[in-house]
């Protein structure tokens, strides 16, 4: 794992939740990178940004070098291999609390997480652990999808609730806020799910921890430029898992633990 780039990180802190950080993982986002980075700082000027980049043969990782050289508050956290989402976002975490952040925030490279909407589920975590932005509760919405797509993630979301109990709409929703005391809680560096199983995981693992986690409507956009990290694999291997907590919940739970 590579070192983490930039000037010292600005010491601001966002009303009740105190000082946030960012974590955006990047591969092959070279032209999205710069726009996300500074709706995030133009919205939300308290909050610092930590960019990691997984090798971007693209050029990404240098772009945030650019970015981080000219604002205190971007950092980047090079890494030597693209070794997916989850292994990302569990880097840029233990990076933020180790460098003394009290909330961190999952949010896509892409665009398509509004940075605008940020201060909405910021406000909300002053009285959360987890905050989910999410498209399946009233008020959310998703555009320029096409309907199976929405349909895949309506019925996904709902077998995840079914299969594991969990009273969340969003499960597989990336854009989120996490206070670091409850990431520690939840156990977040043993989990080795990615894509949207990743965010399943940690939804799960702090219901079963007993944290608040509260959902917050948000508008979901479609990338405008470079190319989907999705894919039939990253589908499998959510409902994969799911399946498998589902059951392993059912034949050995009595309590409630805070790792699947």
């Known amino acids: ?41 133009g919205t939300v000027p308290s909050v610092d940004v930590l960019v990691v980049d997984d090798n971007s043969p693209d050029g990404t990782g240098a772009l945030a070098d650019r970015l981080a050289a000219t604002d205190r508050h ?27 952040y009290d909330a961190v925030v999952e949010m896509d490279a892409d665009g398509s997480h509004a940075p605008e909407q940020l201060p909405r589920l910021l406000a909300a975590a002053a009285d959360a652990d987890v905050v989910i932005g999410s498209r399946w509760v009233p008020g959310g919405r ?17 077998y995840t609730r079914v299969a594991l109990g969990m009273p969340v709409s969003d499960a597989t929703g990336g854009f989120r806020v996490y ?46 430029r470079g190319a989907s990290k999705m894919s039939p694999t990253i589908v499998g291997e959510a409902l994969w898992r799911v399946t498998v907590w589902g059951v392993r919940g059912r034949l050995l739970d009595g309590g409630r633990s805070g790792r699947p």
């Open 1 to 41: 794992m590579g070192a983490a780039a930039g000037t010292d990180a600005g010491l601001d802190e966002f009303p009740g939740v105190g000082r946030v950080l960012t974590v955006v993982p990047t591969y092959n986002e070279a032209d999205n990178l710069a726009g996300v980075v500074g709706r995030v700082r």
């Open 74 to 100: 971007v950092r980047v956290l090079h890494r030597a291999d693209k070794d997916g989402l989850g292994a990302a976002y569990v880097a840029g975490f233990g990076w933020g609390r180790d460098h003394g």
């Open 142 to 158: 998703v555009v320029d999808w096409p309907w199976r797509r929405q349909v895949l993630s309506r019925v996904g979301n709902l």
């Open 179 to 224: 206070r670091v005391a409850a990431l520690e809680k939840m156990d977040f560096e043993s989990v080795s799910s990615q894509g949207y199983s990743f965010q399943v995981e940690l939804s799960w693992r702090a219901h079963r921890a007993g944290l608040r986690t509260v959902e917050v409507p948000i508008t979901f956009a479609e990338r405008e």
